[in-house]
């Protein structure tokens, strides 16, 4: 079955500490890979995405994460976190199905001043 | 270029009641999908539409249905509303391809009492 399952539910650090948040996917042939961002009260918002190439990718607000297929793997990572990071971090996966994502269950980040 | 939109963004409902929620996707985007956001499921892939046409199905009751307009404008509807339904239904819509980045809009959220 298409799953996605994200390492952590809850991080909490403190500003300019370094974040890694994990993301696996079961396996599916092609697939396509997203991190989107939910700030409080805000709407889902693309952080970065991978289609191909490059395994390491860079989005925005000095997010980057790196795809490891052999590992089923797109982890997000940040070398300094701010308090503005407090966020809830989804990781989905398109399994080639249109426009269908699957989503991870998320982890909320908090980010202590 | 005005982001996607959700009519209404709030509705309380009692069990056994029927719904529709409206969504109105980016300017040019053909593709529309809906999701269910729930603290216990997360979020669930409900369906996508694509040219008015269904393309993808989640694993939800047909008490769920959706459908869309030649102007890519996409209705969903929940009939014989269940306690279970209260949740945070979001809409994204993309031009029309899996690689292509889903915009979401601010979501509907429901409350069945």
């Known amino acids: 079955a298409q799953s996605v399952s994200q390492h952590n539910h809850h991080v909490i650090l403190s500003e300019a500490a370094s974040l890694e948040l994990g993301c696996n996917y079961s396996?599916?042939?092609?697939?396509?890979l997203f991190w989107y961002v939910q700030y409080p009260g805000q709407h889902l918002q693309l952080l970065l995405k991978?289609?191909?190439?490059?395994?390491l990718v860079k989005g925005i607000k000095g997010f980057e994460a790196e795809f490891i297929k052999s590992k089923f793997s797109f982890n997000l990572r940040k070398p300094s976190v701010q308090w503005s990071d407090t966020a809830e971090y989804f990781c989905?996966?398109?399994?080639?199905?249109?426009?269908?994502?699957?989503f991870g269950q998320g982890t909320e980040l908090s980010v202590k001043p | 270029k005005a982001g996607v939109t959700q009519t209404p963004r709030y509705l309380i409902k009692t069990r056994g009641q029927q719904v529709t929620l409206s969504c109105s996707p980016i300017?040019?985007?053909?593709?529309v999908s809906w999701y269910q956001q729930t603290p216990g499921q997360g979020l669930q892939f409900l369906f996508e539409?694509?040219?008015?046409?269904?393309?993808n199905k989640g694993n939800f009751p047909g008490r769920f249905s959706g459908r869309q307009f030649s102007n890519s404008r996409s209705e969903m509807n929940v009939s014989t509303l269940e306690l279970g339904d209260s949740a945070l239904y979001l809409c994204?819509?993309?031009?029309?391809?899996?690689?292509?980045?889903?915009?979401f809009g601010p979501g509907t959220r429901l409350l069945v009492l």
């Open positions: 994204a819509s993309s031009f029309w391809d899996r690689q292509e980045t889903q915009y």
């Open positions: 396996y599916g042939g092609t697939v396509n």
């Open positions: 991978y289609f191909s190439g490059d395994p």
């Open positions: 989905a996966v398109n399994y080639n199905q249109g426009g269908k994502l699957i």
């Open positions: 300017s040019g985007h053909r593709s």
């Open positions: 539409y694509f040219s008015e046409t269904q393309r």
